[in-house]
């Protein structure tokens, strides 16, 4: 059953002058809850402030936001999204003088990823290229059309369960909704994003743990090629954690397959210890 609060009241209803609706003027953070408990949540809890202060909203807005977060009713598995915006505003670009901050918070139910995390899935690589923007690099905001662009390739079919994106310069970003990672000769590899895309919490989460474990890390420009000769690949975001990447598909003649690696399935594992101590 999903549930919804607007500024801490049990409610759906949003006025059409809220300038998440005109502009897009907001952020959004999604959490797995296990067990009552919102996965990871100082992590996107700092992602979400970095986002407030790169947005130019008031020091307010965090506050309301850790104030709601203390009334709400978490309990059992469930999928936790918190959208912030400026609230409603005159017709125009220029800031409120007075920000109404809106705060939305929706429980949702959890899927059962189990499937895909255990057999892998197949991904493709998207034609649709990511604008390069470093001032809106690596924060949740809420202007997700390049997403929704890249996603509708391919609409209609269960063929694919994510697309590979590639900025205008052709250098691998991210999937549409998760973060990628490669292995070749135990070295693990990932795209930076600091000119676009969106630095995923468990993407943070999972380079601690690559470098716990020893594993070299190498964060950087790379094109799609590389993954042509990569030993192992995964996705992860919060809610999927991680997925390995058993096919990516570049074009009708050049489909790459790929086992599921020794990396993927470390990770995995240490991602379910961490559950239960």
Request: hydrophobic share 40%; proline share 3%; net charge negative.
């Amino acid at each position: 059953m999903k549930r919804v609060w607007v500024n801490g009241i049990e409610t759906d209803e949003l006025s059409v002058y809220d300038r998440a609706f005109s502009y897009g003027d907001g952020l959004f953070e999604t959490i797995r809850v296990e067990r009552g408990e919102a996965q990871l949540l100082n992590a996107h809890l700092q992602r979400l402030k970095l986002g407030l202060e790169r947005l130019r909203f008031p020091a307010q807005a965090f506050d309301l936001v850790l104030s709601d977060l203390e009334q709400l009713p978490l309990k059992g598995d469930s999928v936790l999204k918190l959208v912030i915006t400026r609230g409603q505003g005159e017709r125009g670009y220029a800031l409120p003088q007075q920000a109404n901050i809106t705060r939305v918070m929706m429980l949702a139910p959890l899927s059962d990823f189990s499937s895909q995390a255990e057999n892998g899935v197949h991904a493709c690589v998207c034609e649709y290229q990511m604008a390069l923007n470093p001032a809106l690099a690596q924060i949740k905001h809420l202007n997700r059309l390049e997403q929704v662009m890249a996603r509708s390739e391919w609409q209609g079919t269960d063929q694919f369960a994510e697309g590979l994106v590639t900025d205008r310069e052709g250098y691998l970003v991210e999937g549409t909704m998760s973060n990628l990672f490669w292995v070749k000769d135990s070295v693990v590899y990932t795209p930076s994003l600091d000119r676009c895309g969106v630095k995923g919490v468990m993407r943070d989460h999972l380079i601690q743990l690559i470098q716990l474990q020893g594993y070299e890390l190498s964060e950087g420009l790379y094109k799609p090629d590389v993954l042509g000769c990569a030993d192992e690949l995964f996705i992860c975001n919060s809610l999927i954690e991680v997925w390995p990447v058993v096919s990516v598909t570049a074009s009708e003649d050049r489909v790459q397959g790929y086992p599921i690696g020794a990396v993927t399935k470390k990770l995995q594992q240490l991602l379910q210890q961490e559950k239960h101590h």
